[in-house]
């Protein structure tokens, strides 16, 4: 799907300055919506939304369809009397890293208190809108408020420890859990109630700007997670719904040992069998989020490494055909022109550029990558096409500044110098950004700590690091108008803003 020529950056909604210790939907979220338009971008990417488990990674969500209720802003739900102002005074502030267990700690039970609230004070309408929202959303919503209700019930234990009646799903077993907990369950579906009412209001003040939405889906699900739970027949289980095999890559340049990232693999025949329902209601539910999605892992559409789920890494593993093309087929048969991007990076084949390029879809280049050798060069604007999303890093990069101080190597450095005309003592962060917009490709995407020009202390995501990523959060009052009128400046003359280029 061709894309207009345009630009945005990247920010995650809980990297926003939000107060209550984590970016929420707030009046944060406002004014970085106001902050894009001053500076003339019309793309806003975030990472998946859903609620995450262990290690707080959102790429690991506890599922594929629900929102996380810590990004909800206990502001605006004050606002509208679900909760008293004065209950979220002892809340932490708007500066400074995530501390998602005190954020959880803290945040989390008054968000709860505030959806009881709800539930017994509300005006006739509110309920109206209310059950509609439910019985709309009820193919994910039933089982994700049940999911999250058991999982806290059952000490956050991952639902494969779970009693035996329970873990598979025994229909007595769970009508009586329902009748014991149905006002904790009627509270979570009340938390995404107000998720999707908040969320579903931004999006509509981005819209009245021109600004879209770019959201993220993680090509895997996560084995802890709702999804799983409520459909063991779509993943490769044993009986005792253990996983048989993992996902994964392959030992390569970076690893010796390659990833083992332990997702369970889908049984891709029994997805085919009933149509890729589940994958049909899973682009729904993101075309509902997001304007464009972005396939992270698209590699995986076509051929996926499978890992034997007792193995300790990924190189015992094997390469497995995916049915890529008939899904792809199926949700463009089923939802129309397909708004995706495609995650691209690493070893790519030929197979999996001809089912990108067999639906029309943009690949992602990555400048930082560019400068190693004379094979990088791929990611370097002179070898890019149109139809291509260009990126100075992404959220798994270190920060532009931070790879040139402690990644880059001097011959990097030296070709980064020849490329871009930056001399000895220079910063390389707005030069790249510069060759970023100015290239042909049809989307320029920059995270907000390149624009801010910050160090590694900013980076979002280390890759394979058991603990202390996604904490980052934009320092306060750091988008500045003076910034807003450079970057503003940059996408009107690299033909970015609204207007058509010149032909």
Not at 146 to 153: D, I, M, P, T
Not at 343 to 357: P, W, Y
Not at 395 to 403: F, S
Not at 413 to 428: C, D, F, H, I, Q
């Amino acid at each position: 799907m061709p894309f207009e020529r345009s630009s945005g950056l990247l920010l995650h909604i809980a990297s926003l300055p939000s107060f209550g210790g984590i970016g929420d939907l707030g009046p944060a979220a406002y004014a970085f919506a106001d902050f894009l338009a001053a500076s003339k971008q019309r793309l806003w990417q975030v990472l998946p939304l859903g609620p995450t488990g262990y290690g707080n990674s959102p790429y690991a969500a506890l599922s594929a369809f629900a929102g996380n209720p810590l990004l909800i802003s206990l502001e605006f739900l004050a606002d509208r009397g679900w909760i008293e102002h004065e209950r979220l005074a002892s809340l932490p502030g708007r500066s400074g890293p995530i501390d998602h267990e005190a954020v959880t700690a803290k945040k989390l039970p008054l968000l709860e208190e505030a959806a009881r609230n709800f539930l017994h004070n509300h005006t006739p309408e509110e309920w109206s809108t209310f059950n509609a929202y439910c019985a709309t959303n009820a193919t994910w919503l039933n089982d994700w408020a049940l999911y999250s209700v058991l999982r806290r019930k059952f000490n956050y234990a991952s639902w494969n420890d779970w009693p035996r009646e329970v873990k598979h799903r025994d229909p007595a077993a769970l009508d009586r859990l329902r009748q014991e907990h149905a006002e904790e369950l009627a509270t979570v579906q009340a938390l995404q109630f107000a998720f999707n009412e908040q969320w579903s209001a931004l999006r509509e003040y981005c819209a009245a700007r021109d600004i879209r939405f770019i959201g993220d889906i993680a090509i895997f699900v996560n084995y802890d997670s709702a999804d799983v739970w409520t459909h063991p027949e779509l993943f490769e289980l044993n009986p005792d719904l253990s996983p048989i095999r993992v996902a994964g890559v392959p030992p390569d340049y970076f690893s010796a040992t390659g990833q083992r990232w332990g997702n369970p693999l889908y049984k891709w025949d029994v997805l085919r069998q009933s149509g890729f329902a589940w994958w049909v209601d899973r682009i729904r539910r993101a075309q509902f989020l997001y304007d464009v999605i972005r396939l992270d892992h698209f590699r995986g559409f076509e051929a996926y490494w499978a890992i034997p789920a007792q193995e300790d890494t990924a190189v015992n593993g094997q390469w497995i055909k995916a049915p890529g093309t008939a899904l792809f087929q199926t949700l463009r048969d089923r939802l129309g022109e397909l708004p995706f991007i495609a995650e691209d990076l690493g070893l790519i084949t030929k197979e999996v550029d001809a089912l990108r390029e067999q639906f029309g879809l943009p690949g992602m280049k990555v400048l930082q990558f560019g400068f190693s050798d004379r094979g990088a060069h791929i990611h370097l604007p002179h070898r890019f096409v149109t139809n291509t999303v260009a990126y100075t890093g992404t959220h798994d990069n270190d920060t532009t500044r931070g790879w040139w101080e402690h990644g880059a190597s001097e011959t990097e450095k030296a070709a980064a110098r020849v490329y871009l005309g930056v001399p000895e003592n220079e910063s390389v962060v707005w030069p790249l950004i510069r060759a970023t917009a100015s290239s042909v490709a049809d989307l320029a995407l920059y995270p907000v700590q390149d624009i801010l020009e910050l160090g590694s202390e900013a980076r979002m995501n280390i890759p394979s690091r058991p603990s202390g990523n996604w904490s980052w959060r934009c320092p306060e009052n750091a988008l500045s108008p003076e910034l807003a009128q450079k970057l503003g400046a940059l996408t009107e003359t690299t033909d970015r803003d609204k207007h058509d280029p010149p032909s």
